[in-house]
């Protein structure tokens, strides 16, 4: 064994003892007295870094299944507080280490409820690996599918789609995002583009039933705000739609993408698709 390795391994066994010694001294002490104390002691990522004299994936990898075992243990009440920090070290330790950015977030949305640590490890995780479309991708899912947050699921749907190697399916979430959030013309656009590019039935029929939707709530709206406007003048809702055209409210009454007539209800000034997007 050279000098050179029997120093690095004395070192290492030194720096374990120091840990253990610690470990075991900060364990004697009550959780409740001092918050998070099970970690306090693991210092930045790039102090450990020069520690490890590198083999600093091997230290990434170490501190990942310690900190499985450790968020997994629902008696220590306080186990989240430094959930960014514990993935954060794992990233300064080895960026290209793409699991834990996904196990992270996944504590963060489903263990802690803190989707701004969420977001903030799985931007972390395309700052270090900008050719890796999952993570934004994944922040998309969490914004649009938990957080119910459109806008932000549109945000980073946009950004995995530029990312080269993105799944088709980034494209179609991003126009149902831009749809929940009202920007029709983006949605149709998109849509449009994928109906008329995909060679897969299926997705031709998805792209057909969205653009169904799109122009409906387009024509919908727009119907909507000229019997408002004859409402206004007249102080009550037209008999039937073809009104709003003899009182020129309208050029026209549009049709739905089938050429069907929409269903008026001039009682309640109501106007609705004559089919189910999903059923036509």
């Known amino acids: 064994m050279t000098l050179k390795k029997r120093t690095f391994i004395l070192l290492l066994i030194m720096s374990l003892a120091l840990f253990m010694g610690l ?9 409740e007295k001092i918050a998070g104390s099970s970690i306090i002691y693991i210092p930045s990522g790039k102090y450990l870094k020069f520690a490890t004299f590198g083999y600093h994936s091997l230290l990434a990898d170490l501190i990942y299944i310690w900190s499985i075992q450790y968020y997994s243990n629902y008696f220590i009440k306080d186990r989240f507080k430094y959930l960014d920090h514990i993935f954060s070290i794992i990233s300064e330790l080895d960026h290209r280490y793409l699991d834990p950015y996904e196990l992270g977030a996944i504590i963060a949305v489903y263990e802690a409820r803190d989707f701004d640590a969420a977001f903030k490890i799985l931007d972390r995780g395309l700052e270090k690996n900008p050719t890796q479309w999952i993570f934004p991708f994944e922040a ?20 995995t789609m530029e990312i080269e190697g993105a799944p088709p399916i980034a494209r179609r979430l991003f126009a149902n995002a831009a749809f929940k959030l009202t920007d029709y013309q983006t949605a149709w656009e998109h ?14 029929k998805i792209a057909s039933n969205h653009l169904y939707q799109v122009k409906a709530a387009m024509d919908i709206e727009k119907i909507q705000e000229a019997i408002k406007k004859f409402n206004q003048k007249y102080g009550r809702n037209p008999t039937e739609l073809a009104q709003l055209v003899r009182a020129r409210f309208l050029d026209s009454i549009p049709k739905d993408l089938d050429d ?15 089919s189910i997007p999903w059923k036509r």
């Open 23 to 31: 470990k075991i001294k900060l364990d004697s002490i009550t959780r």
């Open 140 to 159: 998309g899912h969490y914004a649009q599918m938990v957080l119910k947050d459109f806008k932000l699921a549109h945000y980073y749907y946009k950004k």
């Open 191 to 204: 849509w449009l583009e994928i109906y008329q590019t995909t060679d897969d039935e299926r997705i031709k």
């Open 260 to 274: 069907q007539d929409y269903i008026y209800n001039p009682q309640t000034g109501d106007v609705r698709a004559p």
